[in-house]
């Protein structure tokens, strides 16, 4: 029995051009799967961003736009309505950095949650900007060194980094909000349930569901695939929770 | 017999799935890869395989293009 | 018997657009164009079409291009200084051709400026307020009728060559009542099932982006677009010529402010002057050929605008003959007054003297 093939929401024979060892491939791949499982992909509009996060309409295999940096929820929720005014139930989803969601569209984003928008939001968190080469990000944590943190994040100096999707959970119009890591198979599946439990809340209509996602980047974090995991299980998760903070 | 279909050519050499596998059923191959590092390779000729599916999740290139569990 | 009624210009925008089948407005509110959403925040919800109150005027255009890709008619409306703020999507748009109707009443600037009426967003509108060599066709009404009528064209000219629209109004015009009937659309509708983002059910998956890192591709999208905008020129200019045929001297204006250079017109007229009025209606593209026939003939043309000389450029880059090029201008408040006009005229005329204001 075949227990796993390339979701058929990945085009044929394209290659993920990440950096080695980046889980945005996972993240895609979870998408992908839940998009299968849900038999939603001949109905589902998925809305990339600015930064590396924008890769995923090279290889997500559904109708796809780009939005202008930090955006995207506002995108989702013109297309959202759309669909609607016309009588329509298609998927709308958003896939963005962390930077892009918590930092130059946090307004776009914080405000879709309370308006309660019935769209879904993925959030990859990997405590940096990484397509434009490991600057300082909304969600570095103290300490980190960075770019342009050359010492450390300082709380004093750089202020505090952000607690997503604890503050997404926090809005009224949410329906769920989770934050998930992929840092071992146990916490991959766990994302993927959460991916899924966000996109049924949408087809439900319930509101606005997010999924944040904790992320390696081991290009600029200079560290191999396996010790980013490590900080991720053994440092970013402790001071970013792995659970869900809200579910209606 | 359970087994993988690892695609060379998608191969990033990160060898995350050289550690998830829980019966040590990667390991780096004799080929370069698009990285300039050896590819891995599936090698299991005691037919350990469980078909469980880790390496292919775990994999962020989506390399593991299949798994057959046939236990 | 018509079905004229007395209407300001912001609410015969939004019951043209609903005419035209607009689906969804996205808008936040900003003096001197608040009415329009007003108006649809009740209306759009009784007919089950989409209304958001936006948290930003960048959220509002950011919303349009997510409603316009899905094949819908969007209509964002604002004003100056915060059309500014929509102006990375709007470049945006340009790129990802996606037919956004975006009306701005003008208001005053530079900066916050103030909510007196003025024409100073010509630039802004015409030359592209945002990021790289792109463009956006510009229609500018000149009463609350064609407020209407305009705006009903907006929809049908950005769906029929995917790109935004700006309607370009003179904030007393939005403003202003005047008897005004609505028509029902007279446009035909365009089909937009080779482009629209509405699920890959019996085809492939579509993208919509403005990032391409291909050079050769980058190049040729942007080759294209030009393309297009010359199809444009050759067949959608439009302009408005008054008592032009015999006219040696050429009055240039835009906009509600035509109406007043009609008027100075008329004047010199009764005075045996030979007087016309060029009055151009699609801003981008620029009735550039026709008035650079008209310039033939002329020996004077006067370009009066309520800014410090924003059209003067392009009437300037259209005339091929020796005519005198004069100007007269104020930035904002008040319209300048046909007598007023007619002072600087009749000191332009006698002295040949490029007048200010």
């Known amino acids: ?248 | 017999m359970s087994h993988i279909k690892i695609n060379e050519a998608k191969c990033k050499s990160c060898y995350l799935c050289i550690d998830a596998c829980p019966k040590k059923l990667i390991q780096k191959s004799d080929n370069i890869g698009s990285m300039a590092q050896y590819t891995v390779e599936f090698n299991d000729t005691k037919n350990q395989c469980l078909g469980c599916a880790i390496c292919a999740m775990v994999c962020p290139d989506m390399a593991i293009e299949e798994v057959v569990n046939d236990k | 018997m018509t079905n004229k009624v007395l209407l300001k210009g912001n609410i015969a925008i939004a019951k043209a657009a609903l005419e035209s089948g607009c689906s969804c407005y996205f808008g936040y509110p900003i003096t001197p164009q608040s009415e329009i959403g007003e108006f649809l925040s009740s209306e759009m919800p009784k007919r089950g079409l989409g209304y958001v109150c936006a948290e930003s005027e960048i959220a509002a255009i950011n919303m349009a291009l997510g409603g316009t890709a899905t094949g819908t008619k969007v209509l964002v409306s604002s004003s100056s200084c915060a059309v500014a703020l929509m102006q990375e999507a709007l470049s945006y748009a340009a790129s990802d051709e996606l037919p956004i109707v975006l009306v701005n009443v003008m208001r005053a600037g530079p900066g916050q400026g103030y909510i007196y009426p003025s024409q100073g967003d010509y630039n802004q509108a015409v030359t592209g307020g945002g990021n790289g060599d792109y463009h956006t066709i510009v229609l500018s009404p000149a009463s609350v009728q064609e407020c209407a009528d305009f705006t009903q064209k907006a929809f049908y000219l950005a769906q029929k060559y995917r790109n935004p629209v700006i309607l370009l109004v003179d904030g007393l015009l939005g403003q202003m009542a005047e008897g005004v009937e609505i028509n029902t659309n007279p446009y035909q509708e365009i089909d937009n099932s080779s482009w629209r983002l509405d699920g890959n059910k019996d085809r492939t998956s579509r993208k919509i982006h403005s990032l391409e890192p291909n050079e050769t591709a980058l190049n040729k999208h942007i080759v294209e677009m030009h393309k297009k905008y010359r199809y444009i020129e050759e067949n959608e200019v439009q302009c408005e010529e008054y008592m032009l045929d015999d006219a040696d001297i050429i009055l240039t204006a835009f906009g509600s402010l035509s109406r007043h250079a009609k008027a100075v017109c008329n004047y010199y007229r009764e005075q045996g002057v030979k007087m016309g009025v060029f009055r151009p209606i699609t801003l981008y593209p620029f009735p550039k050929k026709r008035l650079s026939e008209l310039s033939l003939q002329a020996k004077q043309i006067i370009d009066i605008e309520m800014n410090m000389g924003q059209m003067l450029k392009d009437v300037q880059l259209s005339v091929l003959s020796n005519a005198q090029i004069s100007f007269v201008g104020k930035p904002v408040g008040s319209w300048l007054k046909k007598e007023e006009i007619i002072n600087i005229i009749d000191n332009i005329i006698k002295g040949g003297v490029n007048a200010g204001i």
């Open chain 1, 1 to 248: 029995m075949q227990v796993f093939n390339v979701p058929k929401s990945i085009k044929k024979d394209c290659t993920f051009t990440f950096c080695a060892g980046c889980d945005h491939g996972v993240a895609i791949k979870l998408v992908a799967q839940v998009i299968d499982e849900l038999n939603i992909q001949d109905r589902t509009l998925a809305i990339a961003s600015s930064g590396c996060s924008v890769l995923l309409y090279n290889v997500l295999d559904v109708d796809c736009i780009e939005s202008p940096h930090g955006r995207g929820c506002a995108v989702a929720t013109g297309a959202k309505r759309a669909f609607s005014a016309n009588g329509k139930d298609n998927i709308v989803f958003t896939y963005q950095g962390d930077g892009d969601f918590a930092s130059i569209g946090l307004a776009e984003s914080m405000h879709s949650a309370l308006r309660g928008e019935k769209i879904t939001a993925i959030c990859i968190n990997n405590t940096n900007y990484g397509m434009t080469g490991g600057q300082m990000g909304p969600t570095s944590v103290l300490n980190q060194v960075t770019t342009t943190s050359p010492m450390g994040r300082n709380e004093q100096y750089h202020g505090f980094p952000i607690k997503t999707a604890e503050q997404i959970a926090l809005c009224d119009g949410t329906c769920f909000s989770a934050r998930v890591a992929l840092y071992d198979y146990k916490n991959i599946i766990n994302a993927k349930s959460a991916i899924k439990k966000a996109f049924e809340y949408q087809i439900k209509g319930l509101g606005f569901s997010f999924v944040e996602i904790l992320s390696s980047c081991p290009t600029n974090w200079k560290l191999s695939p396996q010790d980013s995991h490590t900080r991720i299980k053994e440092e970013l998760s402790k001071i970013y929770p792995v659970k869900v903070f809200k579910e209606k």
